[in-house]
């Protein structure tokens, strides 16, 4: 899979490590940040996790929710507002086509389609990854794409004449 703006993310279904159930990042109720980090847990994707949970409240009033896609090693815990689903098998890494040595921050619309993808290897300094504020925005601008969908934003919502119900 080729991770670009555009393409879709692979319909799978993860169980989560901070709680009960599972989450679906295609076809679900809302948008998605997803942070894939590297495969050995390293400061700065601990460091970029606390950036994400940062911009989560920022998240949630866009209809978009934060997800860490957590390998072997991530342990059991998630900032507050940020969702860590388990990945210790590699199959979300794997159909993703990242390698051990990457990490991914994925931003999508609730069906999935890639609005944003920046994929670090290695040797590459997480700073360039979005800040909170940039990841706001982007959820922002995904969700007043379509009112009209049946699933109106809070800005729509918020400004419409038209009674909803």
């Known amino acids: 899979m080729t991770l670009s703006v ?3 993310l692979p319909r799978l279904s993860f169980a989560r490590l901070d709680g009960p159930g599972r989450v679906t990042w295609t076809q679900g109720p809302m948008a998605n940040v997803v942070f894939v980090p590297h495969l050995d847990p390293c400061d700065e994707c601990h ?3 606390a950036e994400v949970a940062a911009s989560a409240s920022g998240l949630q009033e866009w209809a978009t929710r934060a997800l860490i896609l957590a ?3 991530w342990g059991h815990q998630a900032p507050a507002g940020v969702l860590l689903l388990d990945d210790t098998a590699g199959h979300g890494r794997a159909a993703l086509g990242l390698g051990p040595l990457q990490a991914a921050v994925l931003q999508a619309d609730r069906w999935g389609a890639i609005y944003q ?4 290897g290695s040797d590459q300094s997480h700073d360039t990854l979005p800040i909170a504020s940039e990841l706001a925005g982007l959820a922002k601008y995904i969700d007043i794409q379509c009112p009209e969908c049946g699933v109106p934003s809070q800005e729509w919502r918020g ?3 038209f009674p909803l119900g």
């Open 6 to 8: 555009g393409a879709s």
């Open 47 to 49: 460091r970029y996790i």
């Open 71 to 73: 390998g072997p090693g």
């Open 117 to 120: 993808a920046e994929i670090l």
């Open 159 to 161: 400004v419409s004449p």
